[in-house]
């Protein structure tokens, strides 16, 4: 099955700097990748997601980058807020069978923004 | 936008009672509703996959008679912690995909959790 490793677990950055956060996936058939925030008790939410089809994605501050061949995408924050914090979630599933496909989580990185 | 609701969100039992979760999509129906459980500081792990009008589907490893899951409308499926005990102790996640109109699959929306804890 398919395996994510998400890197680092642990990150704090000065508010305003950039934070960079890496997965990697060993599928190859994968092709729908989604990032998720998630706060302290409570479900994750998605923030941006990629397919197999595009190689980067941005939605103002929050970026995605897909390199297929390497089998790893990124998650770019820039100009990063105190409301950045949180634990951020990366996923990689494949969209054979729509709706019943299956998402893999990787291990998670918890991100502090330090003001 | 799309909601999906769990209740509860937290509920503490005895060792040995049943414990059921609520997952409702308010606002679209769900053919395919997904459980997920989560540990302390850990990873979301998949547990199973319900589908309305039919059985649910369960990752090795999860045992099935002691997670019910029951998916009898196409906006409500239930986890049932059955005799549960303190190891089940755990935040347990729901999530539900809004099928929409058109060639891509829609949005996964996930509940914000029922944390259990098992006395």
């Known amino acids: 099955g398919e395996n994510v490793e998400q890197h680092p677990s642990t990150l704090s950055v000065q508010e305003g700097d950039s934070a960079v956060i890496k997965c990697t996936y060993s599928d190859s058939a994968s092709n729908y990748f989604p990032w998720y925030k998630q706060e302290l008790g409570k479900g994750p939410q998605l923030i941006i997601d990629?397919?197999?089809?595009?190689g980067e994605k941005k939605d103002q501050r929050i970026a995605v980058t897909l390199n297929k061949t390497a089998k790893h995408f990124s998650l770019h924050i820039t100009e990063t807020q105190p409301e950045d914090s949180a634990v951020y979630f990366c996923?990689?599933?494949?969209?054979?069978?729509?709706?019943?496909?299956?998402?893999?989580f990787g291990t998670g990185t918890r991100l502090t923004i330090i003001p | 936008g799309a909601v999906v609701s769990q209740h509860p969100s937290r509920v503490i039992c005895k060792s040995g009672t049943s414990v059921k979760i609520e997952c409702r999509s308010l606002?679209?129906?769900?053919?395919?509703m997904f459980w997920y459980r989560q540990f302390p500081k850990q990873s979301l792990m998949l547990m199973a996959t319900?589908?309305?009008?039919?059985?649910?589907?369960?990752e090795q490893g999860v045992e099935k008679d002691k997670f019910l899951i029951n998916h009898a409308s196409l906006t409500l499926s239930t986890l049932t912690v059955t005799s549960a005990h303190p190891e089940d102790s755990s935040f347990y996640i729901c999530s539900a995909r809004d099928l929409g109109t058109g060639s891509n699959p829609g949005e996964l929306f996930f509940g914000e959790g029922s944390r259990l804890t098992v006395l």
């Open positions: 990629i397919r197999s089809n595009v």
């Open positions: 996923a990689a599933s494949t969209v054979a069978n729509f709706g019943n496909e299956k998402l893999t």
């Open positions: 606002d679209f129906q769900a053919t395919t």
């Open positions: 319900s589908n309305e009008g039919s059985k649910a589907t369960y």
